[in-house]
């Protein structure tokens, strides 16, 4: 039972490169997000989706773009890389947040860390 | 607006010794409160969940309380170990949708020997 996997888990890159984050849980979770974290900030919400077939902007969705390829996989996409997004990102899965779930636990993988040059 | 936040940014202390993390909130409203730690180079991991009408939760080591009024947190360690040098993060959700998880900035933790 592996949880979440991340790949890669480094990355350089030049100023608007492209390359996509994968991401897998082995859960059977429905929930999965993408965060990124920056020193002295508490991680931020990209995007996230909250069912196969379904994706929605988080906090700070700007330069990305997401995919849940199935239940399984969610990717996420930097069409354009700049410097800003360098940055530690971070993959998660839980189950589905109701008004009714006091115990919603997000899983996270071990993280990918990129540099845009 | 929704916003957590920690305090100290970092602590030293020596091994064996005891010491308490803070977090305030204003997020709302309120779902429940969770303590993370991330080791270096890794992911956070749960260590407990508060909800409203818990006051305290133990696990191990680790002893977190929740005064829903004043909207605080604290994370109690006790009898430090050299394996709890990480960074303690404090997680507020709200009633709201899968998206309303505020994570604060974290307490960096170091123990030396």
């Known amino acids: 039972n592996a949880g979440v996997t991340q790949t890669p888990k480094f990355q350089v890159l030049k100023t608007g490169q492209s390359m996509t984050l994968q991401c897998a849980q082995d859960?059977?979770?429905?929930?999965m997000y993408w965060y990124r974290q920056d020193p002295g900030m508490g991680l931020r919400l990209i995007y996230y989706?909250?069912?196969?077939?379904?994706?929605d902007k988080g906090e700070v969705p700007n330069g990305y773009n997401v995919s849940r390829l199935n239940k399984r996989e969610f990717s996420l996409r930097l069409e354009s890389a700049a410097p800003s997004q360098t940055s530690v990102y971070f993959c998660?899965?839980?189950?589905?947040?109701?008004?009714?779930?006091?115990?919603?636990?997000?899983?996270f993988g071990s993280g990918t860390q990129l540099s845009v040059l | 607006k929704n916003q957590v936040e920690q305090s100290p940014q970092s602590l030293i202390i020596l091994e064996g010794k005891n010491c308490t993390l803070q977090?305030?909130?204003?997020?709302?409203?309120?779902?429940?409160l969770r303590w993370y730690k991330q080791d270096t180079g890794r992911g956070p991991v749960s260590l407990t969940i508060?909800?409203?009408?818990?006051n305290t939760k133990s696990n191990g080591r680790y002893t977190a309380t929740l005064d829903a009024d004043t909207k605080q947190s604290s994370l109690h360690i006790t009898a430090s170990q050299l394996s709890d040098s990480a960074s303690y993060i404090c997680?507020?959700?709200?009633?709201?949708?899968?998206?309303?998880?505020?994570f604060g900035s974290g307490t960096r933790l170091s123990i030396r020997p």
């Open positions: 998660a899965s839980s189950e589905p947040w109701n008004p009714r779930s006091e115990n919603e636990k997000l899983f």
């Open positions: 859960m059977n979770h429905n929930s």
């Open positions: 989706s909250a069912s196969e077939g379904t994706t």
């Open positions: 977090c305030n909130y204003t997020v709302s409203p309120f779902s429940n």
């Open positions: 508060m909800t409203f009408s818990e």
């Open positions: 997680v507020v959700s709200a009633w709201s949708s899968a998206s309303k998880i505020i």
